[in-house]
Structures are given as structure tokens and as C-alpha cells.
């Protein structure tokens, strides 16, 4: 689904998130697609609760950041992301989470990173969090048109592994289709409900 879709005809995720952060669109838009995707994959998104009552308890929480393509850009987006889950009391899964963002925000600058002399892509790579209720959506944004899948490496490769620890630490892991503006590959994390 485009973002220009989504930006049109608000979701009942979309409303309550616009509403917990004060209506502010900011820039974690691009995150509904991957929700609205993982809802549909796993079949327990959108939360059934009613909106208020996620509200009481300061759902949804949303972060977003847009990590630099340098060598520590990585590292600050795990550091990010663990500040982040340890601000919303998630603990159960935290590092199972970081280490998913770490290899999606690898491979996503791996692959859409230029050579040097070639132009930057017209959009960023953007990491988000999302966490409308005991769950956690973790996505990572690229330009890139893409489509990531598991391979077999040979014994002897040094990489090629990161979508397998990617299936073997979250619940379910996706790919929205790409668009003009490149691709969003999350991952949703159950975490232990604090109701």
C-alpha cells in the first residue's frame, strides 16, 4: 500500500496514533503500511480493544528516527532502540528486538547505500517502533525497490545469515511491496502485557 494511500483514508491505528501524539503527523506515517501488513500476516493487529482504553494506558507508543549511513549508524540505532523499549517497560523481548533492527538496518544500508560517484537515493533509510498494545512492530524504511529473502549461504560466507536470525528471534517478518519511495520490511514482536 503507498503512503499516499494511507494518508487519505485513516486506518483506526493511524487515528489512535495521530491522537497519542497530539496529532502531530511527524514523520512515522510511512510505519502504517508495515502495521496495517502485520496486522493482516499475523491476525491479532489491530488491537481489539477499544481506542480509548489503549489511550488510558499511553498506547500507541510510537518512536522514529532517520539513522545516518556511516559506520556507527548501527550502533546508534541500537542504542536508540533499547533506550526506547526500556522507556515503554518492554523488557521481555528487548534484545531479541535490537539485534532485528540491527540486521534490517544493515542490510537496508548494505543495499541502498551509493558507491561512491553515485547519487544518493531521493528518500532516507528510517527506522520506527511501534507499539499499539502488548506487541512491538519493528520496521526499517529504504529506498530501494528490493524485495529481501532468506538465502543459503555456503559454510564458508561471512554473511548471508541476518534474515535467518531475523525468522528465528520475532513472530512474524514481512516486506511491504515496493513503491516510488523504496520498501518497508518489518518485524512484530508479542511482549508481556502490562494491563
Request: hydrophobic residues 40%; aromatic residues 8%; negative net charge.
Amino acid at each position: 500500500m503507498s503512503e499516499a494511500a494511507i494518508t487519505t483514508a485513516p486506518t483506526e491505528l493511524e487515528s489512535a496514533c495521530s491522537a497519542a501524539l497530539g496529532g502531530a503527523a511527524a514523520n512515522w506515517r510511512w510505519l502504517m503500511s508495515a502495521a496495517e501488513m502485520a496486522a493482516e500476516v499475523s491476525g491479532i493487529w489491530p488491537i481489539v480493544r477499544p481506542p480509548e482504553a489503549l489511550r488510558s494506558r499511553g498506547y500507541p507508543r510510537v518512536a522514529t528516527r532517520t539513522p545516518g549511513a556511516g559506520a556507527e549508524s548501527v550502533r546508534v540505532a541500537r542504542d536508540f532502540t533499547a533506550a526506547t523499549l526500556q522507556r515503554w517497560g518492554v523488557a521481555d523481548r528487548s534484545e531479541d528486538i535490537v539485534m532485528v533492527v540491527s540486521e534490517l538496518l544493515t542490510n537496508a544500508l548494505r543495499y541502498t547505500v551509493p558507491c561512491p560517484g553515485v547519487a544518493w537515493p531521493r528518500w532516507p533509510v528510517r527506522l520506527g517502533l511501534l507499539q499499539p498494545g502488548p506487541w512491538v512492530l519493528c520496521a526499517i524504511s529504504d529506498p530501494s525497490d528490493e524485495v529481501p529473502a532468506p538465502r543459503e549461504p555456503c559454510w564458508s560466507d561471512e554473511s548471508g545469515r541476518g534474515l535467518h536470525v531475523v525468522e528465528s528471534l520475532c513472530d512474524e517478518w514481512g516486506c511491504t511491496s515496493p513503491t516510488a519511495r523504496g520498501k518497508v520490511v518489518w518485524a512484530t514482536f508479542a511482549t508481556s502485557p502490562r494491563w
